[in-house]
Protein backbone atom coordinates (compact mmCIF):
# COMPACT_ATOMS: atom_id res chain seq x y z
CA UNK A 1 0.00 0.00 0.00
CA UNK A 2 1.21 3.87 -0.58
CA UNK A 3 0.79 5.46 2.84
CA UNK A 4 1.33 8.96 4.45
CA UNK A 5 3.07 8.57 7.65
CA UNK A 6 2.51 12.05 9.91
CA UNK A 7 4.93 12.64 12.95
CA UNK A 8 7.93 11.08 12.78
CA UNK A 9 9.20 11.47 16.52
CA UNK A 10 10.06 9.03 19.34
CA UNK A 11 6.81 6.85 18.08
CA UNK A 12 6.14 7.12 14.61
CA UNK A 13 9.64 6.78 13.82
CA UNK A 14 9.55 3.20 14.39
CA UNK A 15 6.09 2.86 13.21
CA UNK A 16 6.72 4.61 10.23
CA UNK A 17 10.20 2.30 9.88
CA UNK A 18 7.69 -1.02 10.55
CA UNK A 19 5.63 0.07 7.80
CA UNK A 20 8.20 -0.18 5.24
CA UNK A 21 9.38 -3.26 6.79
CA UNK A 22 5.90 -4.72 5.90
CA UNK A 23 6.30 -4.15 2.08
CA UNK A 24 4.37 -0.54 2.24
CA UNK A 25 5.40 2.17 0.21
CA UNK A 26 6.12 5.20 3.25
CA UNK A 27 5.66 8.67 2.59
CA UNK A 28 7.16 10.87 5.13
CA UNK A 29 6.23 14.33 6.71
CA UNK A 30 7.12 16.16 9.57
CA UNK A 31 8.03 19.61 10.45
CA UNK A 32 11.28 18.46 11.85
CA UNK A 33 14.67 17.62 9.46
CA UNK A 34 15.89 15.45 12.11
CA UNK A 35 13.03 13.28 11.83
CA UNK A 36 13.00 13.70 8.01
CA UNK A 37 16.44 12.31 7.61
CA UNK A 38 15.68 9.93 10.14
CA UNK A 39 12.57 8.48 8.07
CA UNK A 40 14.54 8.31 5.25
CA UNK A 41 17.30 6.80 6.35
CA UNK A 42 14.42 3.99 7.41
CA UNK A 43 13.12 4.36 3.66
CA UNK A 44 10.62 6.36 3.55
CA UNK A 45 10.23 8.94 0.82
CA UNK A 46 10.29 12.31 2.32
CA UNK A 47 8.30 15.43 1.98
CA UNK A 48 8.33 18.70 3.24
CA UNK A 49 4.66 19.63 2.35
CA UNK A 50 2.44 17.63 3.93
CA UNK A 51 -0.35 17.66 1.22
CA UNK A 52 1.81 16.94 -1.68
CA UNK A 53 2.56 13.77 0.89
CA UNK A 54 -0.91 12.62 0.76
CA UNK A 55 -1.32 12.90 -2.89
CA UNK A 56 -2.42 8.97 -4.12
CA UNK A 57 -2.23 7.55 -1.00
CA UNK A 58 -4.73 4.38 0.22
CA UNK A 59 -4.12 5.51 3.66
CA UNK A 60 -2.47 8.45 5.80
CA UNK A 61 -1.54 7.33 9.59
CA UNK A 62 -0.49 10.31 12.18
CA UNK A 63 1.29 10.03 15.11
CA UNK A 64 1.84 14.18 16.46
CA UNK A 65 1.86 15.53 20.16
CA UNK A 66 -1.87 17.09 20.46
CA UNK A 67 -5.33 17.37 19.72
CA UNK A 68 -5.04 20.97 18.31
CA UNK A 69 -2.49 19.72 15.82
CA UNK A 70 -4.30 17.27 14.97
CA UNK A 71 -6.89 18.99 14.09
CA UNK A 72 -5.03 21.37 12.04
CA UNK A 73 -3.14 18.61 9.95
CA UNK A 74 -6.34 16.86 8.93
CA UNK A 75 -7.91 20.23 8.57
CA UNK A 76 -5.45 21.88 6.47
CA UNK A 77 -3.46 18.90 5.02
CA UNK A 78 -5.26 15.82 5.12
CA UNK A 79 -9.13 15.99 4.38
CA UNK A 80 -9.70 16.93 0.40
CA UNK A 81 -5.92 16.48 -0.69
CA UNK A 82 -5.59 12.79 0.20
CA UNK A 83 -7.85 10.78 -2.46
CA UNK A 84 -11.58 10.01 -1.14
CA UNK A 85 -12.43 6.25 0.31
CA UNK A 86 -8.63 6.70 2.00
CA UNK A 87 -8.54 5.16 5.23
CA UNK A 88 -7.27 7.69 7.96
CA UNK A 89 -5.40 6.46 10.91
CA UNK A 90 -4.57 9.03 14.17
CA UNK A 91 -2.50 7.02 16.59
CA UNK A 92 -1.56 10.15 18.66
CA UNK A 93 -2.61 10.11 21.73
CA UNK A 94 -5.51 13.11 21.89
CA UNK A 95 -8.71 14.01 23.88
CA UNK A 96 -11.76 12.64 22.80
CA UNK A 97 -13.85 15.18 21.56
CA UNK A 98 -11.17 15.94 19.22
CA UNK A 99 -10.67 12.93 17.93
CA UNK A 100 -14.93 12.55 17.37
CA UNK A 101 -14.43 16.20 15.50
CA UNK A 102 -12.06 15.31 12.94
CA UNK A 103 -13.63 11.37 12.52
CA UNK A 104 -17.27 13.43 11.61
CA UNK A 105 -15.39 16.14 9.57
CA UNK A 106 -13.14 13.30 7.51
CA UNK A 107 -16.29 10.45 7.57
CA UNK A 108 -18.56 13.48 5.66
CA UNK A 109 -16.07 14.17 3.09
CA UNK A 110 -15.92 10.06 2.16
CA UNK A 111 -13.14 9.13 4.18
CA UNK A 112 -12.96 6.01 6.97
CA UNK A 113 -11.60 7.51 9.91
CA UNK A 114 -10.35 5.44 13.35
CA UNK A 115 -8.77 7.03 16.86
CA UNK A 116 -5.92 4.35 17.58
CA UNK A 117 -3.93 4.93 20.40
CA UNK A 118 -1.41 2.68 21.45
CA UNK A 119 -0.23 1.32 24.53
CA UNK A 120 3.56 0.70 24.69
CA UNK A 121 6.35 2.90 24.58
CA UNK A 122 9.18 3.79 22.24
CA UNK A 123 10.83 0.28 22.44
CA UNK A 124 7.69 -1.56 21.33
CA UNK A 125 7.25 1.35 18.45
CA UNK A 126 10.06 0.13 17.42
CA UNK A 127 9.58 -3.38 17.56
CA UNK A 128 6.34 -3.42 15.97
CA UNK A 129 5.24 -4.63 19.26
CA UNK A 130 2.18 -1.89 20.25
CA UNK A 131 -1.43 -2.29 21.41
CA UNK A 132 -3.77 -0.04 19.41
CA UNK A 133 -7.18 0.83 21.19
CA UNK A 134 -9.66 1.60 17.57
CA UNK A 135 -12.58 3.61 17.60
CA UNK A 136 -14.42 4.09 14.09
CA UNK A 137 -17.03 2.91 12.44
CA UNK A 138 -16.41 -1.25 11.26
CA UNK A 139 -15.88 -0.51 7.66
CA UNK A 140 -13.23 2.21 8.94
CA UNK A 141 -11.72 -0.33 11.31
CA UNK A 142 -11.85 -3.63 8.60
CA UNK A 143 -9.80 -0.89 6.59
CA UNK A 144 -7.25 -0.02 9.17
CA UNK A 145 -6.61 -3.44 10.70
CA UNK A 146 -4.14 -4.72 8.09
CA UNK A 147 -1.60 -1.58 8.53
CA UNK A 148 -1.91 -1.13 12.26
CA UNK A 149 -0.98 -5.13 12.40
CA UNK A 150 2.37 -4.34 10.81
CA UNK A 151 2.97 -2.22 13.89
CA UNK A 152 1.62 -3.71 16.83
CA UNK A 153 0.91 -7.51 18.63
CA UNK A 154 -2.84 -6.35 19.67
CA UNK A 155 -5.42 -4.07 18.04
CA UNK A 156 -8.66 -4.06 19.43
CA UNK A 157 -12.54 -2.56 17.97
CA UNK A 158 -13.06 -0.08 21.06
CA UNK A 159 -16.50 0.78 19.36
CA UNK A 160 -17.11 4.32 17.72
CA UNK A 161 -15.10 6.97 17.05
CA UNK A 162 -13.42 8.37 19.69
CA UNK A 163 -13.73 4.99 21.44
CA UNK A 164 -9.93 4.44 21.27
CA UNK A 165 -9.23 7.50 23.55
CA UNK A 166 -11.77 6.82 25.80
CA UNK A 167 -10.35 4.00 26.16
CA UNK A 168 -6.37 4.82 26.55
CA UNK A 169 -7.27 7.62 28.71
CA UNK A 170 -9.26 5.17 31.38
CA UNK A 171 -6.27 2.77 31.33
CA UNK A 172 -3.91 5.40 32.13
CA UNK A 173 -5.76 7.15 34.60
CA UNK A 174 -6.53 3.42 36.30
CA UNK A 175 -2.57 2.97 35.84
CA UNK A 176 -1.91 6.36 38.03
CA UNK A 177 -3.86 4.76 40.50
CA UNK A 178 -2.34 1.65 40.46
CA UNK A 179 1.14 3.12 40.44
CA UNK A 180 0.47 5.23 43.13
CA UNK A 181 -1.18 2.82 45.21
CA UNK A 182 1.61 0.56 45.04
CA UNK A 183 4.30 2.82 45.89
CA UNK A 184 1.99 4.11 49.05
CA UNK A 185 1.34 0.22 49.98
CA UNK A 186 4.85 -0.84 49.81
CA UNK A 187 6.39 2.01 51.37
CA UNK A 188 4.27 1.44 54.79
CA UNK A 189 4.89 -1.50 54.51
CA UNK A 190 8.83 -0.59 54.92
CA UNK A 191 8.54 1.71 57.32
CA UNK A 192 6.50 -0.69 59.45
CA UNK A 193 9.48 -3.12 58.81
CA UNK A 194 8.72 -5.21 56.40
CA UNK A 195 11.47 -5.97 53.88
CA UNK A 196 10.02 -4.41 50.44
CA UNK A 197 10.84 -7.93 48.87
CA UNK A 198 9.10 -9.79 51.41
CA UNK A 199 6.42 -7.20 50.57
CA UNK A 200 6.44 -7.85 47.02
CA UNK A 201 6.79 -11.48 46.68
CA UNK A 202 3.67 -11.85 49.76
CA UNK A 203 1.33 -9.09 47.69
CA UNK A 204 2.11 -9.99 43.70
CA UNK A 205 0.92 -13.52 44.70
CA UNK A 206 -2.18 -12.07 47.04
CA UNK A 207 -5.27 -9.68 46.06
CA UNK A 208 -2.90 -6.57 46.02
CA UNK A 209 -1.62 -8.49 42.60
CA UNK A 210 -1.26 -5.87 39.71
CA UNK A 211 0.68 -4.96 36.79
CA UNK A 212 2.15 -1.53 38.84
CA UNK A 213 2.97 -4.22 41.67
CA UNK A 214 4.12 -7.38 39.47
CA UNK A 215 5.53 -6.33 35.99
CA UNK A 216 6.68 -2.85 37.05
CA UNK A 217 7.83 -2.79 40.55
CA UNK A 218 8.88 0.70 41.30
CA UNK A 219 11.69 -0.05 43.60
CA UNK A 220 14.72 -0.63 42.85
CA UNK A 221 16.80 -4.17 43.44
CA UNK A 222 12.97 -5.15 44.35
CA UNK A 223 10.02 -7.43 42.49
CA UNK A 224 10.76 -7.39 38.72
CA UNK A 225 13.57 -5.52 36.37
CA UNK A 226 12.32 -2.27 35.71
CA UNK A 227 12.86 1.00 34.89
CA UNK A 228 13.37 2.02 38.58
CA UNK A 229 16.67 -0.20 38.31
CA UNK A 230 17.66 2.34 35.49
CA UNK A 231 17.42 5.49 37.73
CA UNK A 232 13.76 5.58 36.29
CA UNK A 233 15.28 6.46 32.84
CA UNK A 234 13.45 5.15 29.65
CA UNK A 235 10.12 3.87 30.37
CA UNK A 236 6.71 6.19 30.75
CA UNK A 237 7.82 9.76 31.35
CA UNK A 238 6.17 11.38 33.77
CA UNK A 239 5.00 14.47 31.22
CA UNK A 240 3.50 11.94 29.32
CA UNK A 241 1.43 9.95 32.32
CA UNK A 242 0.48 13.87 33.24
CA UNK A 243 -0.79 14.07 29.58
CA UNK A 244 -2.79 11.73 29.29
CA UNK A 245 -4.10 12.63 33.17
CA UNK A 246 -4.92 15.76 31.96
CA UNK A 247 -7.20 14.38 29.20
CA UNK A 248 -9.03 11.92 31.29
CA UNK A 249 -9.66 14.55 34.09
CA UNK A 250 -11.07 17.08 30.85
CA UNK A 251 -13.42 14.07 29.56
CA UNK A 252 -14.31 13.23 33.54
CA UNK A 253 -15.62 16.99 33.37
CA UNK A 254 -17.30 16.73 30.47
CA UNK A 255 -19.40 14.14 31.09
CA UNK A 256 -20.02 14.77 35.06
CA UNK A 257 -17.98 11.32 35.96
CA UNK A 258 -17.58 11.67 39.30
CA UNK A 259 -13.16 10.26 39.38
CA UNK A 260 -11.88 11.40 43.18
CA UNK A 261 -9.01 8.90 42.73
CA UNK A 262 -7.93 9.86 39.34
CA UNK A 263 -8.22 13.71 40.01
CA UNK A 264 -6.13 13.63 43.62
CA UNK A 265 -3.55 10.81 41.00
CA UNK A 266 -3.47 13.53 38.37
CA UNK A 267 -2.86 16.49 41.08
CA UNK A 268 0.23 14.18 42.30
CA UNK A 269 2.08 13.53 39.38
CA UNK A 270 0.94 17.62 38.76
CA UNK A 271 3.24 18.13 42.02
CA UNK A 272 5.85 15.44 41.06
CA UNK A 273 6.30 17.00 37.59
CA UNK A 274 6.13 20.59 38.75
CA UNK A 275 9.07 19.53 40.72
CA UNK A 276 11.31 18.76 37.64
CA UNK A 277 10.38 15.36 36.99
CA UNK A 278 8.97 15.61 34.13
CA UNK A 279 11.97 13.28 32.39
CA UNK A 280 11.79 9.94 35.18
CA UNK A 281 9.67 7.63 34.65
CA UNK A 282 6.40 7.87 36.33
CA UNK A 283 6.94 4.82 38.59
CA UNK A 284 9.76 7.38 40.33
CA UNK A 285 6.61 9.31 41.92
CA UNK A 286 7.47 6.38 44.95
CA UNK A 287 10.39 8.40 45.60
CA UNK A 288 7.99 11.38 47.15
CA UNK A 289 7.09 8.43 50.08
CA UNK A 290 9.83 9.32 52.03
P1 LIG B 1 7.49 13.35 19.63
O1 LIG B 1 7.44 14.75 20.12
O2 LIG B 1 8.77 12.59 19.73
O3 LIG B 1 6.99 13.28 18.10
C1 LIG B 1 6.02 14.11 17.55
C2 LIG B 1 6.46 14.48 16.14
O4 LIG B 1 5.44 15.26 15.54
C3 LIG B 1 7.76 15.32 16.12
O5 LIG B 1 8.69 14.74 15.24
C4 LIG B 1 7.26 16.68 15.60
O6 LIG B 1 8.24 17.36 14.81
C5 LIG B 1 6.07 16.27 14.77
N1 LIG B 1 5.12 17.35 14.53
C6 LIG B 1 4.66 18.28 15.41
N2 LIG B 1 3.78 19.11 14.80
C7 LIG B 1 3.70 18.68 13.50
C8 LIG B 1 2.95 19.12 12.38
N3 LIG B 1 2.11 20.16 12.44
N4 LIG B 1 3.11 18.46 11.21
C9 LIG B 1 3.96 17.40 11.12
N5 LIG B 1 4.70 16.95 12.15
C10 LIG B 1 4.56 17.58 13.34
O7 LIG B 1 6.33 12.58 20.44
P2 LIG B 1 6.15 11.00 20.61
O8 LIG B 1 6.75 10.57 21.91
O9 LIG B 1 6.51 10.31 19.36
O10 LIG B 1 4.56 10.93 20.87
C11 LIG B 1 3.65 11.04 19.79
C12 LIG B 1 2.26 10.69 20.30
O11 LIG B 1 2.27 9.38 20.84
C13 LIG B 1 1.75 11.60 21.42
O12 LIG B 1 0.39 11.87 21.21
C14 LIG B 1 2.00 10.77 22.69
O13 LIG B 1 1.11 11.11 23.74
C15 LIG B 1 1.75 9.38 22.16
N6 LIG B 1 2.41 8.30 22.93
C16 LIG B 1 3.72 8.40 23.23
C17 LIG B 1 4.34 7.37 23.94
C18 LIG B 1 5.82 7.44 24.30
O14 LIG B 1 6.28 6.60 25.10
N7 LIG B 1 6.59 8.37 23.74
C19 LIG B 1 3.60 6.24 24.33
C20 LIG B 1 2.25 6.16 23.98
C21 LIG B 1 1.67 7.20 23.27
Redesign the pocket.
Known amino acids: MKIAF???????GGMAANLVKNGHEVRA????ED?LAKAKSNGCETFTD?KEAVQGVDAVVS????GA?VK??YSDAVIGHAPEGAALLD????DVATAKEVSEMATAKGYKMVDA??????AAADGGTLTFMVGGSEEAFAAAKPILEGMGKAVIHAGDAGAGQTAKICNNMLLAISMIGVAEAMKMAEKLGLDPQKFYEISSQSSGYCWSLNAYTPLPGVGVESPADKDYQGG??TA?ML??LRLAMAAAEEVDAGVPLGARAASLYEDFSGAGNDGLDFSAIIKTYK
Open positions: IGLGNMGFDLSAAMLPNISVCSTIPVSGGIFALKD
